[in-house]
């Protein structure tokens, strides 16, 4: 697996590599990540962690670094190891098997993010400048040429979108064939999140109530106008 930061607590990409890197540790596969930064995943027996810990600044050199010797870390194995089966990046990088972007289409995320100023004369002018800034980015162009690269490659990897919009905009934007995208939405842990019986989500709309309103739930609460 490559993600550039393998850290649960950072946000919902890597919560889901370390809950997939453990899927597969305990469904018997040796894995593998390879990320910038990150730690071992406690408890995960099968799984080792492989950091690079690059320079991040510039960051447009540090993008493409990444994404090369991610790979080439990712292929090189061990003396007594098993050569790699599968490499599955959720970070932009050139020659894995699997691509599963979890921010989407960059591409289409930066124009909705340019075309998201007020309308009238002051917001087309802070649009003129955002779109300036943005496409003056060095950080920006080594982002989308990585993701062109990638979409566009005749090599292309299986890619894994999170929604059909997402696949869609795969399709619309890159020209990517629908047999090549395959969607599968994230997951949820069952075992970890539930719904709550009807009584539990009583008790805990009392105390709320109880506790934001110094009210009981016998009380009748009146808007006020």
Known sequence: LIIEDFDPARGGAE????AFAAHLAAAGHRVTVVCDRGGDLPGVPGTTVRCLGLTRRPKWRWIGRFAKLSVTAARAAKPGEAKVDVIWAMARVLGADVYQPHGGVH???????LASSRPGPIGGLVRGLRQVARWASPK??????LETAIYES???????ALSRCFAE???RRYRVPAEAVRVVPNSVDTERFRPASGEARASARA???QRLL???MADPVMPDR
């Open 207 to 209: 105390a709320a109530r």
């Open 140 to 145: 920006q162009w080594a982002f989308l040429a």
């Open 154 to 160: 005749r090599s292309r990897p299986v890619i894994v």
């Open 15 to 18: 919560t889901y590599a370390a």
């Open 169 to 171: 905009l795969m399709q």
């Open 107 to 113: 591409a289409a995320t930066l124009e909705a993010s």
């Open 214 to 216: 110094g009210m009981p």
